[in-house]
Nanobody
Framework: QVQLVESGGGLVQAGGSLRLSCAAS????????IGWFRQAPGEERAGVSC????????VYADSVKGRFTISRDNAKNTVYLQMNDLKPEDTAVYYC?????????????????????????WGQGTQVTVSS
């Protein structure tokens, strides 16, 4: 069982930065790929970025490439999402999720952010609001 807790969301002006954290419980954290997803009002949840277990390979959605950076610290059981140059369209609830092994992140093709059912555990979400 893995429990995930997101933090770091908030209100920021366009062009600003935030760093989201996803803290996980459990001793097998390093075996999980971790994904960040977001859901804006009236829209479906979509993958933003993920970082794979074993080799820390990262994948990004086209909309955030060059602005967001994902990283993990296995010693702290934490994954970070550094978000720079934020835009109003980045406004959403952000969720982190954990999926066993490498399939959830880049497992089927290079830009694969995984499907919802690739991930076994989900956090409660943190709100990010970017004002124009």
């Amino acid at each position: 069982q893995v429990q995930l807790v997101e933090s770091g969301g908030g209100l920021v002006q366009a062009g600003g930065s935030l760093r989201l954290s996803c803290a996980a419980s459990g001793s097998t954290f390093g075996y999980y790929s971790i994904g960040w997803f977001r859901q804006a009002p009236g829209e479906e949840r979509a993958g933003v970025s993920c970082i794979r277990s074993k080799d820390d390979r990262s994948v990004y959605a086209d909309s955030v490439k060059g602005r967001f950076t994902i990283s993990r610290d296995n010693a702290k059981n934490t994954v970070y999402l550094q978000m720079n140059d934020l835009k109003p369209e980045d406004t959403a609830v952000y969720y982190c999720a954990a999926g066993w092994g490498t399939i959830p992140c880049g497992g089927r093709y290079a830009s694969d952010l995984g499907r919802d059912d690739d991930y076994d555990y989900w956090g409660q979400g943190t709100q990010v609001t970017v004002s124009s």
